[in-house]
């Protein structure tokens, strides 16, 4: 089967959050929306996750050889500890795009982990991130359509809301997932997850 017939996946490599997290995470949402109003497309609870490498559509030949190259990657790492550090946005306040928590806890090891990544998957023939790692956990982004008042209001909510019961959690599994687009947003499902230290 040639590459250009093989079937494409789009996929992405990212740390899972756990389901207390993700609760946390559900409280500040319905939280914000509840003042925002229909101005933010949010993420699905269940899609929230630390990404570590997006890739896009790929072929699914180079899906299995990601999958088979990650032990390799997280074996030379030991399990670390992360955690919830309030809420921002991208770009700015004055100009929201994308709403997200941040991260805090052991940054030089998630970096390094990131890094490993992104290297693993170059040797795979996919492109290197292009971009500085800055890692945060994806809450919502704002519609197109939103005016410079509401623009700033929701600046506002984001970078002046803190979370109820920030979380912290021992990072020990990188996944592999798939995305599948749908009138409702996206979907994703685990391709395949390993062990950081190779347990």
Request: aromatic fraction near 6%; avoid cysteine; charged fraction near 25%.
């Amino acid at each position: 089967m040639t590459a250009s017939r093989e079937k494409m996946v789009r996929s992405f490599i990212a740390i899972p959050v756990p389901r207390s997290g993700i609760e946390v995470l559900e409280r500040a949402v319905k939280r914000l929306d509840s003042e925002i109003g229909g101005q933010v497309r949010w993420v699905r609870p269940r899609g929230i996750h630390l990404t570590l490498k997006f890739m896009g559509d790929i072929p699914a030949s180079t899906l299995e050889r990601v999958l088979e190259a990650l032990p390799q990657v997280t074996a030379s790492f030991s399990p670390f500890e992360i955690s919830m550090s309030g809420l921002g946005v991208f770009p700015n306040p004055r100009h929201p795009r994308v709403l997200w928590a941040g991260l805090d806890g052991d940054l030089g090891t998630l970096s390094a982990l990131q890094s490993a990544v992104d290297q693993a998957a170059e040797k795979l023939g996919l492109p290197k991130e292009d971009r500085l790692f800055s890692p945060h956990l994806t809450l919502g982004r704002v519609r197109r359509d939103t005016n410079e008042e509401q623009s700033r209001k929701i600046g506002y909510l984001m970078t002046n809301t803190g979370l109820q019961a920030p979380l912290s959690w021992s990072v020990e599994t990188v996944d592999l997932m798939r995305t599948e687009l749908d009138p409702t947003g996206s979907r994703h499902y685990l391709v395949g997850s390993t062990t950081i230290g190779g347990g």
